[in-house]
């Protein structure tokens, strides 16, 4: 997983790896990445909005304001100041491999919106190290309705590469020993 490393490309087309295909059209989406406290800072929540795609590869976020500087929670029509010198980055993108994914719900609450909630480890130092036993989470509230097959997407690709591992473990040779 990894913040901040996605870069549209001109005409605003997706960077995609070798051989890595587009599964969702980029929906409308508002995110929370919440990162419990670590040795590398305190609690925090980062908000954004913008648009998610999901590969055959990983999940994908772009965020509509790219290269605001500040805090990503601070209002669209607050001044414009520069960083706090140990104010975190900017939330601008992330992307996380489903090979670092551990879990992906879908929640109906009564009283607010749908959601997907991800539960996921850093697959680099773009985030601080959660530590032993926690999880960094990703709230996400997609828009044009398309919320549900975005998880059933996720779940699919997510069990695909399980299914994949699970196979190769089972299909390796054993060493061979003569008689």
Request: hydrophobic share 30%; charged share 20%; no cysteine.
């Amino acid at each position: 997983m990894s913040i901040n490393s996605v870069h549209l490309a001109p005409g605003h087309t997706l960077p995609l790896q070798h051989g890595e295909d587009v599964l969702t059209a980029g929906h409308t989406a508002e995110i929370e990445l919440r990162i419990p406290a670590t040795i590398q800072g305190p609690k925090r929540n980062e908000t954004a909005k913008g648009r998610i795609w999901v590969t055959d590869h990983r999940v994908i976020f772009v965020s509509d304001t790219l290269d605001l500087p500040g805090p990503s929670s601070r209002a669209t029509n607050a001044p414009s100041n520069p960083p706090e010198y140990d104010a975190p980055p900017v939330l601008s993108s992330l992307e996380i491999p489903y090979s670092s994914l551990r879990s992906a719900t879908y929640n109906l609450p009564t009283f607010s919106a749908n959601h997907l909630l991800l539960t996921f480890l850093p697959s680099n130092q773009s985030l601080p190290d959660p530590g032993r036993g926690q999880l960094l989470e990703l709230k996400i509230w997609v828009g044009e309705g398309a919320g549900h097959s975005i998880w059933k997407r996720i779940e699919g690709e997510r069990n695909r590469i399980e299914e994949r591992q699970r196979n190769r473990e089972e299909e390796s040779l054993p060493a061979y020993e003569p008689a």
